[in-house]
């Protein structure tokens, strides 16, 4: 019977390590069943009270670890442990699991934090990703490393972000309006430090001209809107900044061009672009790496509303004498 603690031990069969009191990893393998052949990466092997009362996972790196490149060596690290984690997970009780992490830190807090997320909002257990919940998700298992480390603690705010990313991607459109999104970053972003959010409407959008952007906006009843992050960590606070810039379609029906039904559902991931480049965001903020970034995405669905742009509603007219002028016929022109 599992422990409710565990232990993550990347083994590479050449050089195994001896990071943990009470584990070693080469005499435990030897246990399994195994040919001539070195253990391919990601192989594992569980054992139970190895010490006692922890169940201990050996994974492998695979054969040739140390000739490797620094790159390889990294994603070896990364499928070594994603594996392991990927095997506890199926143990219901492990709740607290010990990473060594000497190999690569970072990449072990990148794959472990990875390999834990799984999106679900089933309702027969209360799903942690449910919006409604006054708390934030909690990770279902908690992750330390043998030695604490900046590069492990780093790995961890970079798996975070990306998890994320995925989440926001993951939500169904009722979940992840326009307004909705919004929210949640401000929610993401709360007490970091140099960072300012500001969320603009489509009054503001009008007054800018933006007039493509809502004419999308025409066919739903859901409230545009228009985020900016602005970050800033550098010394010198008025160096240009970075841009970062994610499309941010909660949901692309197609408009009038309605897509196919078949699938239709995947397009709440129409915004992926706006929630790559928030998450990015908030790993640099969280960091305080030393940049000015900016980071702005038009948030808004596109529906077949009485009211939606109609496929011909757009024109470009380009000459040998002038720049393309974009048209549109129902709100204006954007820019010439």
């Known amino acids: 019977?599992?422990?409710?603690?565990?232990?993550?031990?990347?083994?590479?069969?050449?050089?195994?390590?001896?990071?943990?009191?009470?584990?070693?990893?080469?005499?435990?393998w030897s246990l399994t069943p195994s040919g001539d052949k070195a253990p391919k990466a990601g192989a594992t092997a569980t054992f139970y009270n190895t010490p006692a009362s922890k169940t201990t996972t050996i994974s492998s790196v695979g054969d040739g670890f140390a000739a490797k490149s620094s790159e390889v060596k990294r994603e070896l690290v990364r499928?070594?442990?994603g594996a392991a984690v990927k095997e506890l997970k199926a143990f219901e009780g492990?709740?607290?699991?010990?990473?060594?992490?000497?190999?690569d830190p970072h990449a072990a807090?990148?794959?472990?934090?990875?390999?834990?997320?799984k999106f679900t909002l089933k309702t027969n257990v209360p799903s942690p990703f449910d919006p409604r919940n006054a708390e934030p998700a909690g990770d279902k298992i908690a992750f330390a490393p043998v030695e604490a480390s900046a590069e492990w603690d780093r790995g961890v705010?970079?798996?975070?972000?990306?998890?994320?990313?995925?989440?926001?991607?993951?939500?169904?459109?009722?979940?992840?309006?326009?307004?909705?999104?919004?929210?949640?970053?401000r929610r993401e972003f709360e007490g970091i430090a140099n960072v300012e959010i500001v969320v603009?409407?489509?009054?503001?959008?009008?007054?800018?001209?933006?007039?493509?952007?809502?004419?999308?906006?025409?066919?739903?009843?859901?409230?545009?809107?228009?985020?900016?992050?602005i970050y800033k960590g550098a010394a010198d606070k008025t160096a240009a900044p970075l841009a970062f810039v994610g499309k941010g379609i909660t949901f692309d029906s197609g408009g009038i061009s309605l897509k196919p039904g078949a699938g239709m559902k995947l397009?709440?991931?129409?915004?992926?672009?706006?929630?790559?480049?928030?998450?990015?965001?908030?790993?640099?903020?969280?960091?305080?790496?030393?940049?000015?970034?900016?980071?702005?995405?038009?948030?808004?669905?596109?529906?077949?509303?009485?009211?939606?742009?109609?496929p011909g509603d757009m024109s470009v007219e380009v000459d040998s004498?002038?720049?393309?002028?974009?048209?549109?016929?129902?709100?204006?022109s954007i820019f010439s």
């Open 1 to 28: 019977m599992s422990s409710s603690q565990a232990i993550i031990v990347p083994f590479d069969p050449s050089a195994p390590s001896q990071a943990v009191a009470g584990v070693l990893p080469l005499q435990l």
């Open 79 to 81: 499928k070594s442990v």
């Open 94 to 103: 492990v709740k607290e699991v010990v990473v060594d992490a000497s190999l």
């Open 109 to 117: 807090a990148v794959a472990a934090h990875l390999a834990l997320y």
């Open 157 to 185: 705010v970079y798996a975070q972000s990306q998890n994320l990313a995925r989440t926001l991607a993951e939500y169904p459109a009722n979940m992840i309006t326009p307004t909705a999104f919004t929210e949640r970053v």
């Open 200 to 229: 603009r409407d489509e009054a503001w959008a009008a007054e800018k001209g933006m007039n493509v952007f809502l004419s999308v906006t025409h066919g739903t009843s859901e409230p545009a809107k228009f985020l900016e992050i």
């Open 267 to 310: 397009m709440r991931g129409d915004m992926g672009g706006a929630a790559a480049v928030v998450s990015a965001a908030l790993a640099i903020a969280k960091l305080q790496l030393p940049i000015n970034l900016v980071v702005t995405t038009p948030l808004t669905e596109n529906m077949p509303g009485p009211s939606a742009t109609k």
């Open 321 to 332: 004498f002038s720049p393309v002028r974009l048209l549109t016929k129902r709100t204006g």
